[in-house]
Structures are given as structure tokens and as C-alpha cells.
């Protein structure tokens, strides 16, 4: 079945600093691809999103790139703050039909200042 | 409009009690969903709403029941729970059930069952 693999946090970082948080899926077709944020004692929010091969989803300042050949969604910001100390969720929808939101186990981002 | 709401955000109960969690959207979406999250995990998918009818239901036990009263709320009543039950439950929403659209997610209802 279709799985999600990320890296084990916690990924400690001192503001400014690059941030990359590894991704990769195993998926039969075209899944469409999902980086989530939880932040302590809240919901998932949306960050970003792709759905084909190439595609690079934004947004507020994170990136990710949905690369077919590796299997990979790595997300990455240029420059991290206090304020993005959370939990990111990798995730695999599938294309076609349902099948229930696959996630990875969360990574733990703690950025100090 | 891109918001769901759950209430409460707070709940404690006994194992006796009754009592139900709420979940709204605003958005349009056809799709509803309710998840379980336990510490440290990602959410564990409970219940899918189509259409406003039970899609898909994760083997949860009865003790869980839904309902989806009409497109914009969902509901999950619980009743003799056990203490392992406590969690954080996440109400979401999107605009079909397929996997290609993204969920928008609710702040969740942190329940303690004593």
C-alpha cells in the first residue's frame, strides 16, 4: 500500500538557519502531495501542496518540490524563525478514488533564538 | 470563507457520561472527516461523510457514533468511553472525498476520559 517516510525530528535549528525536512513516498499512479503543520495544542494547517510531477508548492517562504524520479517531497525554507517551531506532517492523496490521507509520522522542529 | 470550527475546545468526561463533539464548515465541502490523534502521532482517520452520508468507517468501535445532520456540520456523540480514548479529535473537511484535494482541518477538541 501507498506509505510516507520522513525523517526522525527533532530537527534543532537556530533562527536564520536552513531548514530541509526529508520526504519520500511509495505510491502506485499520480498522487497529489501535502505538507501540514501542527502547531502545540492546534489543528493541521495546510502549508503547501502539488499534485503532478515538477510541480513546486509555496508558501510562506517553504517550498516543495514533488520529484517523480526520487520519489521525494523534501520541504525546505531558507530561513527559519522562532515562530516556525512545530510538527510537519508529510502526506499522499491518492489521485483517483479515495484513499484516506496517507501520513508520514511528523517531524518536531524546534528553532531557538 | 476557509475555516472549520469544532467545539468545545476542552472536554472531560467519565466513562457513564454522554456527550457530543460539533464540527462546522462553511466552505462548500461535500467531503467531511473525523480523525484521532494521540500524542506524538499523526491523525488516525475514524470516519469519512460523502455527500452527507457514512462513506467510510475505520473499524472504530461503537462507543464513537456520527452523524451528519446536514452539508456543513458533523457530529461525533460518544458514550462509556475508556481512558484510552482520550486524544485530540480533528474535524475536516474538503470538497470531494478524493485524495487529490487538500483537507482543511479544525483546531481539534481535546477530550480526557476518566
Known amino acids: 500500500g501507498d506509505s510516507v517516510t520522513q525523517m526522525e525530528g527533532p530537527v534543532t535549528l537556530s533562527e536564520e538557519a536552513f531548514l530541509t525536512i526529508n520526504c519520500t513516498y511509495t505510491?502506485?499512479?499520480?498522487?497529489?502531495l501535502f505538507w501540514y503543520v501542527q502547531y502545540p495544542g492546534e489543528g493541521l494547517q495546510l502549508l503547501l501542496k502539488?499534485?503532478?510531477?515538477?510541480d513546486k508548492g509555496s508558501n510562506k517562504g517553504f517550498e516543495a518540490t514533488y520529484r517523480k524520479e526520487t520519489t521525494s517531497f523534501h520541504l525546505e525554507k531558507g530561513s527559519v524563525q522562532v515562530s516556525d517551531s512545530a510538527v510537519y506532517f508529510c502526506?499522499?492523496?491518492?489521485?483517483?478514488?479515495?484513499?484516506?490521507?496517507?501520513f508520514g509520522t511528523g517531524t518536531r522542529l524546534l528553532v531557538s533564538p | 470563507d476557509t475555516e472549520v470550527t469544532q467545539t468545545p475546545k476542552h472536554l472531560v468526561m467519565g466513562m457513564t457520561n454522554k456527550k457530543s463533539l460539533k464540527c462546522e464548515q462553511h466552505?462548500?465541502?461535500?467531503?467531511m472527516y473525523w480523525y484521532k490523534q494521540k500524542a506524538k502521532k499523526p491523525p488516525e482517520l475514524m470516519f469519512v461523510?460523502?455527500?452527507?452520508?457514512?462513506?467510510i468507517n475505520e473499524s472504530v468501535p461503537s462507543r464513537f457514533s456520527p452523524e451528519c445532520p446536514n452539508s456543513s456540520l458533523l457530529n461525533l456523540h460518544l458514550h462509556a468511553l475508556q481512558p484510552e480514548d482520550s486524544a485530540l479529535y480533528l474535524c475536516?473537511?474538503?470538497?470531494?472525498?478524493?485524495?487529490?484535494?487538500?483537507?482543511?482541518f479544525g483546531p481539534g477538541t481535546r477530550l480526557t476520559v476518566l
Open positions: 502539488a499534485t503532478k510531477a515538477d
Open positions: 475536516a473537511s474538503s470538497q470531494d472525498r478524493t485524495g487529490y484535494n487538500e483537507q482543511f
Open positions: 461523510y460523502s455527500y452527507e452520508k457514512l462513506s
Open positions: 505510491a502506485t499512479g499520480y498522487p497529489s
Open positions: 466552505m462548500g465541502h461535500r467531503a
Open positions: 502526506a499522499l492523496g491518492a489521485s483517483t478514488g479515495f484513499q484516506k490521507l496517507v
